[in-house]
């Protein structure tokens, strides 16, 4: 039976939302505050990897799992929007300078007590994968990536006309049972889904920054994201077309933003040009900073009410994991019910 959904949220979650109520034929309407391109989104302050092994070492493992199955459904969601999507599979190679390797080590012991006799990495001579200056590594061949410029773009050509009504640049004013309020009006659906991360206001809600340089640099050949171990926060890079490059870290424990810190960039750029080079001759083309929204528990929540459900808390897992949370979310308001297997994300109100 097709039902009425209003969406409040277009980052990455709700727009993945959007897309599997439309494609179960119901209507749709979606609201956001920003614009279609939203620069100061978390979901566009973010590289896109998918990479849920390398993530265990600062996660839960149940976010692997949640990202295990979300690389399938990548494949689906990106064959329907079509287009040139930055969507590849060739995996991961992980680096530590001498200084670092027991934080390799201390990975490996956590994939090896949680996928037991599986063949998650390779222990690999790093410079025979990629260009890099550091010698040994790990490489994660089951991961990827996915340009959020690029899947918010197909989003906006591919969907966005399909959908029954889109509210951006609107500012919801509030959200009862069934109704959402906006532009001192009221609009009625028969389910209401809040995704707004940090706007949503919840209890045991607050915001991680994070950080990222998108620089130019002609002299540097990477096919594949690269994370080097560091002793405060996880850093990576992660290669684009035209020579460009994402450099940044995930998880800084603050809810400012201000624009990226001297001491941030240059622990991002030093850290760069250890892994290459070629970097010393890179043009700095943007900054970003972004807040992502995280529960103290670092795990993604589903609040059931009768006509709402509200999904938050994808912390720094959203390219990751918002394929399934986004599934979970629909596959329950179709059928009436929670999921089996994944009870733990489900809550009563919030």
Known sequence: MKKT????????????????????DNDVHLFDQ???????????????????????????????????????????????????????????????????????????????KHFPGKEIYQEVKAKEYEQVSIEDGLFFPFEGQIDPLDIFSAFNRELFPKLKGLYFNTRVEEINTNKIKANNKIYSFDLVID???LEA??????????????????????????????????????????????????????????????????????AAFSVNPGFSEANILESRVGLRPCFSNHLPRIFLEDGLIRANGLYRHGYLISPMIAKLVVDYAVDGKIPKGYESFFKENP
């Not at 493992?61 to 999507?85: C, K």
């Not at 950080?211 to 002609?218: F, I, K, T, W």
């Not at 990576?236 to 994402?246: M, Q």
Request: proline share 5%.
């Open 5 to 24: 959904i209003g969406i409040i949220g277009a980052g990455i979650l709700g727009r993945l939302i959007s897309l599997f109520f439309h494609q179960k």
């Open 34 to 112: 920003g614009d279609f391109l939203p620069r100061k989104g978390c979901s566009l302050t973010a590289a896109g990897m998918i990479a849920p092994f390398c993530e265990m070492e600062y996660s839960h493992p149940e976010i692997a799992n949640l990202g295990i199955e979300s690389f399938e459904l990548w494949d689906q969601i990106t064959a329907f929007l079509g287009g040139e999507i930055n969507y590849d599979k060739k995996g991961t190679l992980v680096l530590a300078h001498s200084q670092d390797k027991k934080e390799l080590l201390r990975l490996k012991e956590i994939i090896n």
């Open 195 to 197: 995704c707004r991360g």
């Open 201 to 270: 206001k919840l209890e045991d809600l607050r915001g991680v920054r994070g950080e990222l340089l998108l620089v130019r640099a002609p002299d540097v050949k990477l096919t594949r994201p690269i994370r080097l171990m560091h002793p405060r926060y996880p850093i990576y890079i992660a290669p684009r077309r035209d020579h460009k490059f994402l450099i940044g870290a995930t998880s800084v424990e603050s809810t400012s933003m201000e624009p990226i810190t001297v001491r941030s960039t240059l622990e991002l750029l030093s």
